[in-house]
T-cell receptor
Framework: KQEVTQIPAALSVPEGENLVLNCSFT??????LQWFRQDPGKGLTSLLL?????REQTSGRLNASLDKSSGRSTLYIAASQPGDSATYLC????????FGPGTRLSVLP | EAGVAQSPRYKIIEKRQSVAFWCNPI?????LYWYQQILGQGPKLLIQ????????DSQLPKDRFSAERLKGVDSTLKIQPAKLEDSAVYLC???????????FGPGTRLLVL
């Protein structure tokens, strides 16, 4: 059974810092891994999708990497802004979709 | 384009009562998902539809939960009877055939007292 964990559970940083969020999964037989953002009271917004054959994906200030053999993915956020404050979840798609518990990020002005 | 619509946004009921949630996916999206998100956890897939057929309902508590998508468009998720542990946000998502990105609705927040 696939299990997904995320470290840290919560993170508070001053504006402008670069930061890394971590995601680990137990079963490497996946088709893809996605990173989502969730704002309070709202649904999830897809940020980046990495196919199992890819190593990384970039979108603006976001960069996600995937090491399928070690069961790890990282989301790198450059030059963080207060508007980046949200919960970030990773999800792996293998036999079905399995989400991690998320990392709650607060970027302080 | 319009996003995934869900209603109601909030619902408070007493245990043992029944409740139903409605989802209207993005037009043309054949795949529809229902997730349960308990506070502090990631969403858990309850059921996946492809058009009006069920693809995966392995994590749906079938003794109390049911879902349907009769015409391959809108979907309803029902809980009967509700338990305290059903308190959660119920998220609906849809996906276009051939693409892998899911689009989520705002969710229905359920509180069972």
């Amino acid at each position: 059974k696939q299990e997904v964990t995320q470290i840290p559970a919560a993170l508070s940083v001053p504006e402008g810092e670069n930061l890394v969020l971590n995601c680990s999964f137990t079963d490497s037989a996946i088709y893809n891994l996605q990173w989502f953002r969730q704002d309070p009271g709202k649904g999830l917004t897809s940020l980046l999708l990495i196919q199992s054959s890819q190593r990384e994906q970039t979108s603006g200030r976001l960069n996600a990497s995937l090491d399928k053999s070690s069961g790890r993915s990282t989301l790198y956020i450059a030059a963080s802004q207060p508007g980046d404050s949200a919960t970030y979840l990773c999800a792996v798609y293998g036999q079905n979709f399995v989400f991690g518990p998320g990392t709650r990020l607060s970027v302080l002005p | 384009e319009a996003g995934v619509a869900q209603s109601p946004r909030y619902k408070i009921i007493e245990k043992r009562q029944s409740v139903a949630f409605w989802c209207n996916p993005i037009s043309g999206h054949a795949t529809l998902y229902w997730y349960q998100q308990i506070l502090g956890q990631g969403p858990k897939l309850l059921i996946q539809f492809q058009n009006n057929g069920v693809v995966d309902d392995s994590q749906l508590p079938k003794d109390r939960f049911s879902a349907e998508r009769l015409k391959g468009v809108d979907s309803t998720l029902k809980i009967q009877p509700a338990k305290l542990e059903d308190s959660a946000v119920y998220l609906c998502a849809s996906r276009l055939a051939g693409q892998e990105t899911q689009y989520f609705g705002p969710g229905t927040r359920l509180l069972v007292l």
